[in-house]
């Protein structure tokens, strides 16, 4: 069975700049999150998706961050304009459904904003 | 709000086993999880125990809930080398929501 697939591994941009993150869950997996890990500390919720709902996006600084799922499946992240504070590792986890008690986590994609 | 706490650093000696100590606060958690994360990747589930249990063996790891004082722990018995990662400790309130520490990093010494 195929992993959660994040692309890209890392990216590196200017303040300011755009940047977009993939993420293919597993297949048959309703539930996606995407958490944000700045170094030194545990994952962070940013947004949930349940298909193509978004469940829970109540740490989601909306005034730069922005995801969506299209048809239930794949998800993109985006942060339009990045911050220096916006440097961490954005991960994509998915599961079976909310209820499920285990997710299974992408490699994440390292951004480093200067 | 929901927290949950786990000492940063941990350093053992290969063979020794290793117990990593975690406090939590929501009385209303269903589960309660150990991820391991290694350089490079993504987290990796370990193990985990239902609220109701006080106990999980699964091979070399241990988990012991003390639900009263809200303090899980996980003992790696018989520590490698290979175990040397960081280990997040993360608990699922009724909401469904899973809230992580900070993460404990273990030091294995040959």
């Known amino acids: 069975e195929a992993g959660v697939a994040q692309s890209p591994r890392y990216k590196i941009i200017e303040k300011r700049q755009s940047v977009a993150f993939w993420c293919n869950p597993i297949?048959?997996?309703?539930?996606l999150y995407w958490y944000q890990q700045i170094l030194g500390q545990g994952p962070k919720l940013l947004i949930q998706?349940?298909?193509?709902?978004?469940?829970?996006d109540s740490q989601l600084p909306k005034d730069r961050f922005s995801a969506e799922r299209l048809k239930g499946v794949d998800s993109t992240l985006k942060i339009q304009p990045a911050k220096l504070e916006d440097s961490a590792v954005y991960l994509c986890?998915?599961?079976?459904?909310?209820?499920?008690?285990?997710?299974?986590f992408g490699p994440g994609t390292r951004l480093t904003v200067t | 709000g929901e927290d949950v706490e786990q000492s940063l650093f941990l350093s053992v000696r290969e063979g020794d086993s290793s117990v990593i100590n975690c406090t939590y606060t929501?009385?209303?958690?269903?589960?309660l999880y150990w991820y391991k994360q290694e350089p490079g990747a993504g987290l990796q589930l370990l193990t985990y125990?239902?609220?109701?249990?006080d106990m999980k063996q699964d091979q070399r790891l241990t988990v012991l809930l003390n639900k009263k004082d809200k303090h899980l722990s996980l003992r790696i018995a018989d520590t490698q080398t290979g175990d040397s990662a960081i280990y997040f400790c993360?608990?699922?309130?009724?909401?469904?929501?899973?809230?992580f520490g900070a993460g404990t990093r273990l030091f294995v010494k040959a």
């Open positions: 929501d009385s209303s958690s269903t589960y």
């Open positions: 125990i239902f609220s109701n249990m």
């Open positions: 998706f349940q298909n193509n709902g978004v469940v829970d």
């Open positions: 993360a608990e699922r309130g009724g909401g469904f929501k899973t809230i």
């Open positions: 986890a998915s599961s079976l459904d909310p209820r499920a008690y285990e997710q299974y």
């Open positions: 297949s048959g997996h309703a539930t």
